[in-house]
């Protein structure tokens, strides 16, 4: 095991920050997140009017005042729209995109299986709590994450 870290150390001491040359990262670092941030706002104003919606606010609304009604486009608009942010380097949290998209599933299918409000809400917030548990790999999470929408 010592073996190990005197291979690792070796590596480290090989590593020379001298011969980076910062200004040729300036550039993208720059460019690539505004052209996300514009790409997303670009998809917004195109395919939803303009009304994106933000955060787990929306989905606690949508359980008290929608009957757990989740509108279709939520199915990928959330999902997109995160893409584009984060894959352009911007600094954006997935949690609420993907808790969305999960009740969205959730609340679609049990629209079409014709569940009730009670049932329904059920399934908005499973599809919430499997998002959450399945994207970050922690199921204890998303059973706190159910309790607090159900």
């Known amino acids: 095991m ?10 480290d001491s090989e590593f020379d920050l001298s011969d980076f040359n910062s200004s040729a990262f300036t550039f993208p670092a720059f460019v690539f997140p505004a ?17 994106l919606g933000r955060g787990v606010a929306n989905i606690i609304y949508t359980i008290s005042r929608k009957a757990s ?14 893409i584009l942010t984060v894959g352009f380097g911007g600094s954006a949290g997935l949690e609420a995109p993907i808790a969305s998209t999960g009740s969205a599933i959730g609340s679609h299918a049990a629209r079409w299986l014709r569940f009730n409000e009670k049932e329904r809400t059920l399934l908005l917030a499973c599809g919430a709590a499997a998002s959450i548990s399945a994207i ?3 199921p204890i999470a998303g059973v706190i994450l159910l309790s607090k929408y159900y």
Do not use: P
Not at 3 to 10: A, I, L, N, Q
Not at 35 to 50: M, N, R, Y
Not at 69 to 82: G, I, N, P, T, W
């Open 2 to 11: 010592c073996s190990c870290f005197e291979e690792w150390g070796k590596f």
């Open 35 to 51: 052209l996300g941030i514009f790409l997303t706002v670009l998809f917004a104003q195109a395919f939803l009017g303009g009304h």
């Open 69 to 82: 009604r989740v509108e279709r486009d939520k199915l990928y608009s959330q999902m997109v729209s995160s």
């Open 136 to 138: 970050f790999n922690a």
